[in-house]
């Protein structure tokens, strides 16, 4: 489409708003109007010429047939389209048989509303066109409306015409009218203030995408292909490619069959998309509204092509409830199987944290990708993310689960570092991964990472946030280098493009658990014991009660009578307890539980005294023996967890103090040689791994692990664990060791390790210079300041 002619209609239609709606509607809801007028004059536009054969159809149908329902199959061949209109009416003519009664107008335009096919009512019910239509008639200006949108000024029709001073008008094709569609939305949302580029992806990155996606297989491409986009938004990333594979690669033999399927949560932006397809010749009910995390629309379904920009840093928790129930992932979408360090296989959950939801539509992309053999060629992906997608979350985590998933499984062929305001609505970084279940041979098991951060030209004005974009000549680059499987160095100080090739498993990591043995004081005193009254999460108001009323909290119906000044006192301290929280703070039985402890610790005090202990191992027996004697006596037994509250109250740990045993055990050489096996060591390393020879045949000390000191190591999977912990952690601390069921298998990928280049810091001969140039730029207002005397000689200063 001619640039020229583009900007004046563009220009054209934002003038309407001005023109029509400034006094009705403020400037932010411009866009409810003029956006689904747009939609709806083009559908008009397309069904004009066959409206007489639509009419005679229906005619057809009612009078002679004595349909008492319509043929919707026969009424879409007479129109020509998928979509057609069964009322007298065009917008043409409401605007010309329109008299100055607003409610006659009302009730023409919306008899012309309901004759459209159910599609297009669908669109007009997501745009509530009704709605607006009925406010601008309200208002007066509907007439105005219509006359702007018919104006013989402007072509929305598909074929050239004449304006009135006998000027051609170039006809608007479909992908004219993409165009047309998305730059609208891009100034309103712009001119909104909002996220201008939500729905809308630069037409340089969707260029670059699609030659990703389709050139490695441009010579084998099928005749009858499926493209898919999870977040559709106005399908700009569809119809792209679909144009990019009509005019790049056609067929020679027969016109390709393209089919586009999409899914939209935003109603607008889903009505755009559907019109779109409709416009375009495509089927509109391969376009689904709604939430693509929650419902899996297309479930069966194997695509060929997909292509996303999905939301990123958006939130999904209102949407957790269709995938997980508690700790259960109920879409299997979301699930991955992965060998745990052994190599036992096992389930894990493929979910990021829900405050981000991105690799959501990465994995629903991964889900519906065909299977390669007998003559498919399997899937190909291409997908827009920011930063966190590579190196979000821990070993273990969903975000690493997928990663590893998408490793592991050799479907991840490149990823390509986008440069920073490139995007209508962020300036962060962005990459596009690009993956294949099918990947040419030379790729295999191999990753490429390409930088093209540096790689753009500057716009003359910024889009938003857009302030460069990526030239022909970029594209071509980048590709270049994909295609070639190519790694680059970047000349230092320069702008070009980077590259490296990675196995896969560069990016994988063993995070392992180091632990340090725990070694405790233990001493009884009023203090300590005096901390077991009150739960450690309602400390702050269990304390405040206990100051206000004593010993008669405890009383019957105590706490009861003074809920009212309870929860009055937490709310003044801005406490915010849950329901939970609220109801164990007022049972008797919190309050009862806690002044049993002080009791047994009190009982235990004055049986075993207040000594120091420096073998919390001596001190721990003598705690046993003494309960023993008190539960003989009394019948109170406390809970292994009510003995480890009063443990933990009255011991802290203390460097010099003894080492806390956990456990003595004795090995049978069967079992010795299970262990051995299992840790892939010999009996000399098993110290490494915690255990601990006592001198006597077949025994071993574990000792408890201290939470405090307990630290983590993440190991790359292609080095030794115990060779790193023996070569990095043992002669720094002596006495760790190994958690080896621990171990969690992790990926991760990191640009900056990567390609980042460190610039040596400048001389201080330079720094001197630019100093004392400086200076002589200032007058030497440095130097009186300071008091200092400054002589320059050769370019050096001295004081």
């Known amino acids: 489409m001619n640039q020229v002619v583009h900007n004046k209609l563009v220009s054209f239609i934002w003038s309407i708003a001005d023109d029509c709606l400034r006094d009705v509607y403020v400037r932010g809801k411009y866009r409810d109007v003029i956006l689904p007028m747009v939609v709806l004059r083009r559908l008009d536009a397309l069904l004009e010429p066959s409206k007489e054969a639509v009419m005679g159809e229906v005619a057809f149908q009612q009078d002679e047939m004595k349909f008492t329902e319509l043929d919707e199959s026969a009424l879409k061949a007479a129109s020509g389209y998928v979509f057609y209109n069964t009322s007298k009416w065009t917008l043409k003519k409401l605007y010309k048989t329109a008299t100055n009664n607003q409610q006659i107008l009302l009730a023409n335009v919306e008899e012309y509303l309901d004759g459209f096919s159910s599609n297009v009512k669908e669109i007009v019910s997501k745009f509530n066109l009704k709605s ?22 402007i072509n929305l029709t598909p074929n050239e015409i004449d304006d009135p001073e006998g000027n051609r008008l170039p006809g608007l094709t479909n992908l004219g009218m993409g165009y047309v569609f998305e730059e609208l939305i891009r100034k309103f949302n712009e001119d909104n203030n909002e996220e201008a580029g939500e729905h809308f992806t630069p037409r340089e990155v969707i260029e670059l995408m699609t030659h990703l996606v389709f050139d490695p297989v441009k010579d084998i491409l099928p005749p009858v292909m499926t493209i898919y986009d999870p977040a559709c938004g106005s399908g700009g990333m569809l119809t792209e490619s679909q144009n990019f594979v009509e005019e790049k690669y056609p067929n020679p033999a027969t016109q390709r069959d393209i089919h586009l399927y999409g899914k939209e949560i935003n109603d607008e932006t889903y009505a ?112 827009v993310h920011n930063g966190s997608s590579l190196f979000t979350g821990d070993a273990g985590s969903g975000e690493s689960n997928i990663r590893r998933h998408v490793i592991e499984n050799d479907l991840l062929e490149a990823i390509i570092q986008l440069p920073n305001n490139l995007f209508y609505n962020t300036g962060i970084t962005t990459y596009i991964w690009l993956l294949s279940n099918n990947k040419p041979e030379h790729r295999r098991g191999k990753v490429q990472l390409i930088d093209a951060s540096l790689l753009f030209r500057k716009l003359r004005k910024n889009l938003g946030n857009k302030n460069c974009e990526f030239a022909p000549e970029h594209i071509a680059e980048i590709i ?108 008797p039985e919190t309050w009862k539980k806690h ?201 050096v200063k001295n004081d």
Not at 485 to 494: F, K, N, T, V
Not at 500 to 508: A, E, I, P, Y
Not at 730 to 751: M, R, T
């Open 132 to 153: 607006q239509v009925r406010h601008m008639a309200s208002k007066d200006v509907l007439l105005d409306v219509l006359e702007k949108f018919t104006s013989p000024h």
């Open 272 to 383: 755009i998309c559907k019109s779109d397809m409709m416009i375009k010749g495509n089927n509109p009910a391969n376009i689904r509204p709604g939430s693509t995390l929650s419902t899996d629309e297309f479930a069966g379904t194997r695509f060929d092509f997909m292509l996303s920009n999905p939301p990123y840093g958006k939130s999904w928790s209102s949407e957790q409830k269709f995938i997980k129930e508690g700790g259960d992932v109920l879409d299997p979408r979301f699930k991955v199987t992965l060998a745990d360090y052994w190599g036992n296989n096992e389930e894990a959950d493929a979910i990021p944290r829900s405050s981000d939801g991105q690799l959501l539509f990465l994995m629903e992309m991964i889900s519906k990708m065909k299977a390669p053999g007998n003559g498919a060629l399997g899937s190909r992906i291409a997908s």
């Open 480 to 587: 270049q280098a994909y295609l070639d499987l190519a790694s680059i160095e970047r000349p230092a100080g320069g702008d070009g493009i980077a590259a490296q090739v990675f196995d896969n498993s560069d990016f994988g990591y063993h995070k392992v658990t180091i632990e340090r043995p725990d070694r405790r004081m233990a001493q009884f005193s009023k203090e300590r014991i005096e901390t077991l009254r009150f739960d450690k999460t309602l400390r702050e108001p269990m304390e405040w009660a206990y100051q206000q009323w004593g010993e008669g909290i405890y009383e019957a119906g105590a706490l009861k009578a003074q809920e009212k000044d309870i929860v009055k006192w937490c709310e003044e301290q801005d406490l915010n307890l849950n329901a939970k929280q609220r109801k164990k703070l007022l049972s």
């Open 595 to 795: 002044a049993t402890l002080v009791k047994v610790a009190s009982y235990l005090m004055d049986t075993i005294g207040t000594e120091t202990f420096s073998d919390y191992n001596r001190f721990k027996v003598a705690v046993d023996q003494e309960l023993k004697a008190l539960a003989k006596d009394t019948g109170i037994k406390p809970s292994t967890s009510d003995k480890n509250q009063i443990l933990n109250a009255v011991s802290w740990y203390d460097e010099t103090a003894e080492k806390v045993i956990r456990k003595v055990e004795k090995l049978s050489s069967e079992k010795l040689k299970s262990l051995l096996a299992h840790l892939a060591c010999d009996q000399d390393s098993l110290p490494d791994f915690g255990y601990y020879p006592t001198g006597k045949a077949g025994e071993y000390i574990t000792y408890e692990s201290s939470s405090d000191l307990r630290d983590s190591e993440s190991i790359p999977l292609e080095r030794d664990i115990h060779q790193f912990f023996l070569d990095e952690v043992k002669p720094h601390v002596s006495e760790a060791w190994i958690n080896l069921d621990s171990v969690k298998i992790g990926y991760e990928i990191s640009f900056n390790k990567y390609f980042y280049k460190h610039q040596p810091l400048r001389s201080m001969e330079e720094v001197a210079q630019d100093i004392v140039a400086l200076e002589r730029q200032a007058e030497g207002l440095i130097a009186e300041v300071l008091g200092l005397h400054v002589e320059v000689v050769s370019g």
